[in-house]
């Protein structure tokens, strides 16, 4: 491959800005902006300019390099797709309002691909027909559509976006399992190389249906997802994926259940302060409709029910809150006092918190009484215990019981086993060793590529601006000239013989622009290394700046190079 | 860079057809599917397999190192775009059915960027302020979208498809020729890298407006664009960009106009036949209406008006055919017996064949009657002297008269000075050196990247299946490895030290298909160098096959090594 030539800023379209744009809310979104990396085209869509397409260039190739390495073929399917394959499993309608929709000339349905696994799972029905067909892994890097309600943060969630997408086929699970880990290498792999931090969290597998299902979480501010890290052992999820361990007690010494007059206590506040009792004494059910079914749910007064949990816990039914018609004719459902103890008519589900022996103060199902000494297990009992709780900082570990900790990331990477899901519903089948159809086990797999870029701006940048890892930086070194005649020779004379050594050389040679803009912009732009032509240009001296440590040592041309290029 | 692993044809998802598909009509479309590089995935939208896919980027890489040594600057623009900018240059109407339009969740209009002129242009509005800021050029190589009514010929001409578009920006006009120059050099280097055959053809500007404009055309049976060439000089060109020289004869000797009556010949052939004379005696004359104003075109009466042609000359003002009502209440145009010696109240544009001086014979303007010896310039004055006819096999040639050739072709890049059109509709200037604004001028220049592929494989294949040019081949060596384990070892091993040697190998170890299954594989997928692994594997020597020509050597293993690598 020839040398990058090298890259003049008086000829380069990237304009710095001093003040951070007035809709950048989040880092990364103010320093791509300023440094002249990025600019917005229209909500949640963007633009690369030219020293952003550099970085988004260097990601894709560390992500197609490690994707090769796992024996995984590169692909490229269409962004625009007919409607029917997506009818077929549903997400035509499914995905609501988040899939751009759009008609050709001639009336067909056809939408912006979001994820691709329909079309992968045809092309492969029509590429595969043998056990020997298999395993095949397919990836691509492919420009991706998602009409998000609001749009935020830049790059960090936009309407169209760079993302590397693979999907596996496998004949049994064992094959799908292996595939599996093979991703979830590779993943560390690449996210080692990209110098980002992350960690690998147990997810709930959400929308996308099947079984096991990890994300990749780079810990940041601007991050719209919560993780639960433990701070004692290897534990972090989603705080979805996190369960409270159900720990039964001994409740044989509980004086038996009773009712309590309890006027003016339309809330678990009112109820708990007029009984002197803390929030956590009381027991809260929640009454929502699974599949029209009323159903209750009961948690401890002083937590928040996650109404995602409770969804995934029911999925694929729906789940809905009942509203005031539901309670007609319903003589047993009593509002504001149920209480588990007489719904004999109502499945029952509770958070482990609520486990056998515990005693709760909760509706007597009496309108203005509760009952307290109800005990679980005694006076009702719990069709099902799901960790239905919005997690808290400070809740035990599942693993080791020390508090957690629940920090802020942003997802770059999400790897699901799909199972059958996507071949059921398009009739995947390869011939078997036995001569028969067998269907075929899936996965799928993202990278945020775009994505990616933002989050390594979130972790790296300090006060003065971007600061690139080595492999992503838009350059391997950025030569300024201060400014004089002489100066701007040598900066020139030095990015040649860099470009001649294979680096890829950005140089300051804007004449007019006064040194100290030349290092505040040096600075701002982030290459890793900056090598200056000022003070003593004249003897061919140079002065070698680390970017991120702001370590300085002066070196001759040839010393320049020499370091450099080792 | 690492080296890319050995691709086994065990792993690779790529089936190869004995027969073409039903549905495939031209040789590209036909090869690249029976070989497995590319499938439908509806109409007009494809999906590159593995091999496409490589082949694809192959050529992206050549077409980005040949635009980076120009100074061309690579950016990414969204294909998701914004109704605004394109309503006010116009194409938001003009695009017309082929432009897909889609709405976002809030009713905004957005459409799929068929090419970016606009956002390219608002970019530069927002990044250019100075004269110091230009020239500049841009570039991406990214998925373009056009509702195509007959999307056809596969690759060749998809409704979504890879295209390389740049845009140019300059202060002056000769500053614009200079980057128009700049991408035509480029051009030459990138086909010509290619291995492309292929002709620049002087162009009219189309639909995209602005002045001069060429085409890169690739000779090929199933192209859609016919061009004129000529055999004895460099004159090569878009057939609506063949112009007949006005060449003024003598017509003082042609006796006076004279009526002569004509019944019953209602066309040309009639009228030709009833006076014994070639239709190409006559003058035809063609009533249209531009911009509501009736205008007459007069050709010679064995010639075909080129709509394409009249509509170009009155651009931007559109061009429609008269309608019967059009007739109405006007006793000066007699339908059928028009002649241009008799219009005092429309305007008269002719053909440069009907030159100051030749005689015709054409309506009198009164029903069953025409005239002879109507000479123009003495009988009728032109207004103005426009090439629209149809071009001929054998018509001049505008350089040296010798007869043109009409060709099929590709279009495979075109390269466009723009103007002010864009500036002038977005309002795009920069403070010139006067301090003043200035307005900026621009080019466009595209290259259809896939439909590059297409093309390559039009021009370079045989009868034995596709044949690529070592550039853009999916790998640099196709090793076979004929059946016997001891062949099998013997392949692989050789693959794994020409892979060590850094060269792209893809390794034929498929169990249980047969050699002559193998070898004819080989020759449909056309990588350049095919090494057999056969008869002699056990004495370690292998056939090198050279795809192109057939020559076969036997070599050791080291032989065959040192010879590829060289």
Request: hydrophobic share 40%; with cysteine.
């Given at each position: 491959m020839a040398n990058a030539p090298v890259q003049r800023m008086s000829q380069l379209m990237a304009k710095t800005l001093r003040d951070d744009p007035a809709d950048a809310e989040v880092l990364s979104h103010k320093l791509l902006v300023r440094a002249g990396y990025v600019r917005r085209t229209a909500a949640g869509i963007w633009s690369w300019l030219p020293l952003g397409k550099k970085v988004l260039s260097n990601v894709e190739r560390i992500v197609r390099e490690e994707m090769d390495a796992i024996g995984a073929q590169e692909v490229s399917l269409p962004a625009l797709l007919p409607r029917e394959p997506y009818e077929a499993t549903g997400r035509w309608e499914e995905y609501g309002a988040e899939l751009f929709r759009l008609k050709d000339r001639k009336g067909g349905d056809y939408l912006l691909g979001p994820t691709h696994e329909e079309i992968f799972t045809l092309l492969v029905k029509d590429q595969c027909t043998s056990y020997k067909d298999l395993p095949v892994i397919l990836y691509q890097i492919q420009t991706k559509f998602r009409d998000e309600a609001r749009p935020r943060a830049g790059i960090l969630r936009?309407?169209?976006?760079?993302?590397?997408?693979?999907?596996?086929?496998?004949?049994?699970?064992?094959?799908?399992?292996?595939?599996?880990?093979?991703?979830?290498?590779a993943y560390q792999r690449i996210f080692e190389r990209l110098g980002l931090d992350y960690r690998i969290c147990a997810a709930t597998a959400g929308a996308m249906g099947g079984s096991k299902s990890e994300e990749f979480l780079a810990p940041a501010e601007a991050g719209e997802d919560t993780f639960a890290d433990c701070p004692n052992c290897d534990f972090a999820a989603n705080t979805e994926a996190v369960s409270y361990v159900l720990k039964p007690v001994d409740g044989s010494a509980v004086p038996a259940a009773e009712e309590i007059p309890t006027p003016d206590t339309p809330t678990i506040e009112t109820l708990a302060a007029s009984l002197g009792v803390p929030a956590s004494a009381t027991l809260k059910n929640l009454l929502v409709k699974v599949d029209g079914e009323i159903v209750a749910v009961g948690v401890p007064g002083d937590r928040e029910v996650d109404m995602g949990k409770v969804e995934a816990h029911f999925a694929p039914a729906t789940v809905e809150m009942v509203t005031e018609t539901d309670f007609a004719g319903r003589a047993d459902l009593v509002r504001g006092y149920v209480g588990p103890q007489g719904l004999e008519k109502v499945g029952y589900i509770a958070d482990p918190r609520v486990a056998p022996g515990t005693a709760w103060i909760t509706g007597a199902n009496k309108e203005g009484l509760h009952a307290k000494n109800v005990v679980a297990g005694?006076?009702?009992?719990?069709?099902?215990?799901?960790?239905?709780?919005?997690?808290?900082?400070?809740?035990?570990?599942?693993?080791?019981?020390?508090?957690?900790?629940?920090?802020?990331?942003?997802?770059?990477?999400?790897?699901?086993?799909?199972?059958?899901?996507?071949?059921?519903?398009?009739?995947?089948?390869?011939?078997?060793?036995?001569?028969?159809?067998?269907?075929?086990?899936?996965?799928?797999?993202?990278?945020?590529?775009?994505?990616?870029?933002?989050?390594?701006?979130?972790?790296?940048?300090?006060?003065?601006?971007?600061?690139?890892?080595?492999?992503?930086?838009?350059?391997?070194?950025?030569?300024?000239?201060?400014?004089?005649a002489l100066q701007t020779e040598l900066a020139l004379e030095v990015s040649d013989k860099l470009a001649a050594a294979g680096l890829r050389v950005l140089v300051d040679d804007r004449a007019g622009v006064s040194p100290g803009v030349k290092f505040t912009d040096s600075e701002l732009i982030g290459v890793p290394k900056i090598l200056v032509a000022g003070r003593r240009a004249g003897e061919g001296v140079l002065e070698l700046k680390d970017r991120r440590t702001g370590e300085r040592e002066e070196l001759t041309v040839d010393e320049a190079i020499a370091r450099l290029s080792a």
């Open positions: 936009g309407r169209e976006f760079l993302m590397k997408d693979s999907y596996s086929f496998d004949l049994e699970d064992e094959g799908l399992a292996h595939s599996y880990a093979l991703h979830r290498q005694r006076d009702f009992e719990v069709d099902a215990y799901v960790d239905v709780v919005v997690v808290q900082d400070g809740d035990p570990c599942p693993k080791c019981g020390t508090g957690l900790t629940l920090d802020r990331a942003i997802e770059i990477g999400h790897i699901f086993q799909l199972g059958r899901k996507y071949a059921d519903a398009l009739k995947l089948d390869v011939l078997g060793q036995n001569g028969k159809p067998s269907r075929v086990t899936m996965g799928s797999y993202g990278i945020g590529v775009s994505r990616a870029v933002a989050a390594l701006a979130e972790q790296t940048a300090d006060e003065k601006g971007l600061c690139w890892s080595a492999e992503v930086a838009p350059a391997d070194v950025h030569v300024v000239a201060a400014g004089k």
